[in-house]
């Protein structure tokens, strides 16, 4: 491999061919591992040590964007449904490929700048059903007042440092661009040495983000058994969810919080948006 072959992102392309990105991978001399499960599932794996991680970059169109220092990567196809290709890809990345503890400023600014990058892209916020639809600070005093782990805040707003630090170890952020939906997340987890040390400065940080297709995305509401025909369920499934939206919505206003009535659920199913009746 030559300099400037080793200096090339790996790319990635959600619904490739399993023999065609084997084959690109095999030309610039990408080891891939390839587990082929009895249950019908196939995963293409990639594991980088330290000191040998790449960049890599999801082609998406005008959405395309570049993951830092990859740690890891699966692939999953399923052979029930070939012609989805690879349907769904994982990344577990870091900010620095170094192996040291991140401080926690280092890390809000990596993570929610990159989440600001991919905001500028055109990726959008996406608010599960029954989530209610706060704009600004709010959105993160939310997660902090309701331990929320799964709340996606508001794209356009930086949480304070405190903030940060209040939102627990882990969180998930949901957003999407045309046909795709992308879950990307940060995991902290404390140095044992650093327990007793106050203030509380750094931490190892690692960062994961999963991207698959609409349709996949949406049968993740469904009953294992009703995946197949999720569009027929649809309409039952989400009903209740955007009635406890309301609900909430009403105990929320009466805290003092203000409802962003102009957020609009993006559309999934051809009925959407579906609303209680």
Excluded: C
Aim: a negative charge.
């Amino acid at each position: 491999m030559n300099g400037n072959e080793s200096s090339q992102p790996l790319v990635f392309t959600v619904g490739e061919n399993p023999t065609d990105f084997i084959q690109r991978m095999k030309n610039i001399r990408q080891s891939i591992g390839v587990d082929r499960q009895p249950a019908g599932l196939n995963f293409y794996t990639i594991d980088a040590p330290q000191g040998t991680r790449k960049i890599a970059r999801i082609e998406h169109g005008p959405y395309s964007f570049e993951i830092p220092p990859v740690m890891g990567f699966m692939g999953v196809e399923s052979m029930r449904l070939p012609e989805l290709g690879i349907k769904l890809l994982d990344f577990t990345f870091v900010r620095k490929d170094d192996g040291q503890k991140t401080t926690h400023e280092q890390a809000r600014e990596f993570f929610i700048g990159y989440i600001r990058m991919l905001a500028d892209l055109g990726w959008q916020r996406y608010l599960q059903p029954d989530s209610p639809r706060l704009l600004g600070s709010q959105s993160y005093q939310y997660i902090v007042e309701e331990t929320d782990n799964f709340y996606v805040p508001d794209l356009n707003i930086e949480p304070s440092l405190a903030t940060w630090k209040d939102m627990g170890n882990t969180h998930i952020w949901t957003i999407y661009a045309g046909d795709l939906f992308m879950k990307i997340k940060y995991r902290r987890e404390q140095d044992p040495r650093d327990q007793n040390k106050s203030p509380d400065e750094s931490a190892y940080y690692i960062f994961s983000l999963e991207i698959t297709t609409k349709d996949e995305y949406a049968k993740g509401y469904m009953d294992f058994e009703n995946r197949a025909t999720w569009k027929q369920h649809w309409a039952s499934e989400i009903k209740p969810l955007k009635t406890l939206r309301y609900k909430i919505e009403a105990e929320l206003r009466d805290k003092g919080y203000t409802i962003d009535t102009s957020y609009q659920d993006p559309i999934i199913h051809p009925d959407d948006p579906i609303e209680p009746d």
